[in-house]
Nanobody, 124 residues
Framework: QVQLVESGGALVQAGGSLRLSCAAS????????MGWYRQAPGKQRELVADITSGGRTNYVDSVKGRFTISRDNAKNTVYLQMNSLKTEDTAVYYC??????????????????WGQGTQVTVSS
């Protein structure tokens, strides 16, 4: 079974740091773009940062200079290093990845997967 498993969410004080991890597991053939989204209460889910398979990155303006996205292709894992956290960073953070795999019957499938979400709470 192909899935994304996130970890690293926690309660942290403003100015602190956290590192989120998201690992893709299962009989994966290829991993394309990976990214992190977040959704705060009462708000729409927004893209925080993404990274291509070649390592090109993109960030929402509000996190530029504070967050860093990276990936380990050998481990099919994407990370989000979050520094100088602010209370407005409080949200559920979701991992997203473009995954391709062969089913047990040999059918090639490629689609977006989402993690279960991990809570990040920044207190003042």
């Amino acid at each position: 079974q192909v899935q994304l498993v996130e970890s690293g969410g926690a309660l942290v004080q403003a100015g602190g740091s956290l590192r989120l991890s998201c690992a893709a597991s299962g009989s994966i053939f290829t991993v394309g773009g990976m990214g992190w989204y977040r959704q705060a209460p009462g708000k729409q889910r927004e893209l925080v940062a993404d990274i291509t398979s070649g390592g090109r990155t993109n960030y929402v303006d509000s996190v530029k200079g504070r967050f860093t996205i990276s990936r380990d292709n050998a481990k099919n894992t994407v990370y989000l290093q979050m520094n100088s956290l602010k209370t407005e960073d409080t949200a559920v953070y979701y991992c997203n990845a473009d995954l391709a795999y062969y089913s047990t019957t040999g059918v090639y499938t490629r689609r977006d997967y989402w993690g279960q979400g991990t809570q990040v709470t920044v207190s003042s």
